[in-house]
């Protein structure tokens, strides 16, 4: 891997342990990256895919891909895989997106924001404004996709994830009840849709944050952890 040791002096058997990774250089050393496992289901090669990167052809790689792997490896396993245990596949959307890529998708009008607002979100590797280190996809759940149809069905789903998980926000969207669901060291936890009915659905401080929201998603399967 495209590694470089932390100098110091270290007992031999820790080296290993102080070892941090560059941005790879080759395409061996992306791969490389590629096998990193983030969590008992996830890669990171699960997160590089791109339209934007792969149609205007710019490499969607981390700058920092330490802090992108501490990043990814709590999304995954605080968020990611009590979804897929629960609901079984989840479809990745978008997931790691490079300073590049967003940069560009944002001047182009690609459906992407500032680098500056998706640091600490689909830029797992910039800490935010506050130095707050954070992740974010975009998932589709086919299990809910195949069960129901009326639009605001999605709210089913979102009520389910704030009464199990630890998420930081979550955003939907109309195709595919496609959303974003992000890990953060400071959780908002606050939920907002651009699918009918549109706006925030909760946040602290309103009168429905609180408390069990089990009848919305009634027939939904057990938690899974």
């Known amino acids: 891997m495209d590694w470089k040791t932390v100098p110091g002096n270290h007992p031999a058997a820790d080296v290993e342990?102080?070892?941090?990774?560059r941005k790879p250089?080759?395409?061996?050393?992306l791969e490389d990256l590629g096998r990193v496992r983030l969590s008992q289901n996830f890669f990171f090669r699960d997160f590089l895919?791109?339209?934007?990167?792969?149609?205007?052809?710019?490499?969607n790689i981390p700058e920092d891909p330490d802090l992108a792997i501490e990043a990814g490896k709590r999304l995954c396993e605080e968020l990611l895989e009590p979804l897929e245990a629960t609901f079984g596949?989840?479809?990745?959307r978008s997931g790691y997106r490079s300073p590049a890529v967003n940069r560009f998708g944002n001047a182009n009008n690609l459906n992407c924001s500032t680098n500056a607002a998706t640091a600490a979100h689909h830029i797992w590797d910039i800490?935010?404004?506050?130095?707050c280190m954070g992740a974010a996809v975009c998932i589709a759940v086919p299990w809910v996709i195949d069960r129901y149809r009326d639009e605001?069905?999605?709210?089913?789903?979102?009520?389910?994830i704030?009464?199990?998980l630890p998420y930081a926000s979550l955003c939907f969207f109309p195709k595919l009840w496609a959303f974003n669901i992000q890990w953060h060291e400071r959780p908002k936890r606050v939920i907002?849709?651009?699918?009918?009915?549109?706006?925030?659905l909760t946040k602290p401080g309103m009168a429905n944050w609180e408390g069990d929201h089990a009848p919305f998603y009634e027939g939904y399967p057990t938690f899974r952890s």
């Open 127 to 131: 800490r935010d404004f506050d130095g």
């Open 49 to 59: 895919h791109s339209e934007i990167a792969d149609f205007y052809r710019i490499p």
């Open 192 to 200: 907002q849709s651009y699918v009918r009915p549109r706006g925030i």
């Open 25 to 29: 250089g080759s395409m061996k050393g």
């Open 17 to 21: 342990d102080e070892k941090i990774m």
């Open 162 to 164: 704030h009464d199990h």
């Open 152 to 160: 605001s069905d999605w709210q089913r789903l979102a009520w389910w």
């Open 89 to 92: 596949r989840l479809h990745i």
